[in-house]
């Protein structure tokens, strides 16, 4: 018994590591702004990806800016995700297509180049695009492989 516990304790620090060594993040989803294909304490395994990896209908996880707009921070890289407060949202748009309508405030005819468009699946507890404007692929942590439905 006492094995069991020593080898379970050691896989749960051990498993971040390794993950993230993989180019894989495990996200908890806090809200209710992507129901219902996430819902409030779901966890999700996120692919650490760069923009090619990223296509329309994807649900990928992203820095939120900060006060006005601005990132306190550099952009993520392959750094820790500790204290940088994440979105989960669905791409509706990638750089170089057309802005789709109303979901930007100061909508371009096309995405700016280095730029997508992203939303809540329940826009009206989403904080998204329609309020933040084109978001960088720079802040784009990765693409969401898999959910993982909450306990309970």
Do not use: C
């Not at 209710?32 to 996880?61: E, F, N, Q, T, Y």
């Not at 789709?100 to 280095?114: I, N, Q, T």
């Not at 939303?119 to 720079?138: A, E, I, K, T």
Request: net charge positive; no cysteine.
């Amino acid at each position: 018994m006492t094995t069991i516990l020593v080898l379970a304790a050691a896989l749960s620090v051990l498993a971040p590591a390794v993950l993230l060594r993989r180019g894989l993040a495990v996200i908890t989803v806090t809200g209710h702004s992507m129901k219902p294909a996430l819902s409030d304490g779901d966890r999700v395994l996120v692919r650490r990806a760069g923009r090619s990896r990223v296509r329309p209908d994807d649900l990928i996880v992203l820095e939120m800016p900060g006060d006005a707009g601005a990132w306190p921070r550099p952009p993520l890289g392959t750094a820790a995700l500790d204290d940088r407060y994440l979105l989960v949202k669905r791409v509706v748009a990638l750089a170089g297509e057309p802005t789709p309508p109303e979901s930007v405030p100061e909508p371009a005819p096309r995405v700016p180049s280095g730029a997508l468009v992203v939303v809540g699946d329940n826009r009206r507890y989403s904080l998204d695009s329609r309020q933040l404007g084109y978001l960088p692929y720079d802040r784009v942590v990765g693409v969401v492989v898999r959910r993982f439905a909450a306990r309970g």
